[in-house]
Nanobody
Framework: QVQLVESGGGLVQPGGSLRLSCSAS????????MEWYRQAPGKEREWVAS????????NYRDSVKGRFTISRDNAKLEGYLQMRGLWLEDTAVYYC???????WGQGTQVTVSW
């Protein structure tokens, strides 16, 4: 079964930027849509963004539109979430998900703080 590994999280000040990566273990990754979710402390996991299997149809939750950009490079078996203009409320563990493959990554922590 394909495995997903997120990276790129960290501590950033409000207004800062981070780029998350999702690395897949095999080519089946390219057959699935890719999604990013996040879960803040004490809250349910929420959908953040999604993209089609060939990089089409990017879609975002309203609160991140204009600040986050989802993309993927199937040749590298990687997906990305470029985050700009980060807010305190963006603090969460971010997860990569391949819905057609029913696979989640282990998550990467993003902390936005002074």
């Amino acid at each position: 079964q394909v495995q997903l590994v997120e990276s790129g999280g960290g501590l950033v000040q409000p207004g800062g930027s981070l780029r998350l990566s999702c690395s897949a273990s095999d080519i089946t990754f390219a057959t699935s849509e890719m999604e990013w979710y996040r879960q803040a402390p004490g809250k349910e996991r929420e959908w953040v963004a999604s993209i089609g299997s060939v990089g089409d149809r990017p879609n975002y939750r309203d609160s991140v539109k204009g600040r986050f950009t989802i993309s993927r490079d199937n040749a590298k078996l990687e997906g990305y979430l470029q985050m700009r203009g980060l807010w305190l409320e963006d603090t969460a563990v971010y997860y990569c998900h391949a819905p057609r493959l029913h696979v989640w990554g282990q998550g990467t922590q993003v902390t936005v703080s002074w």
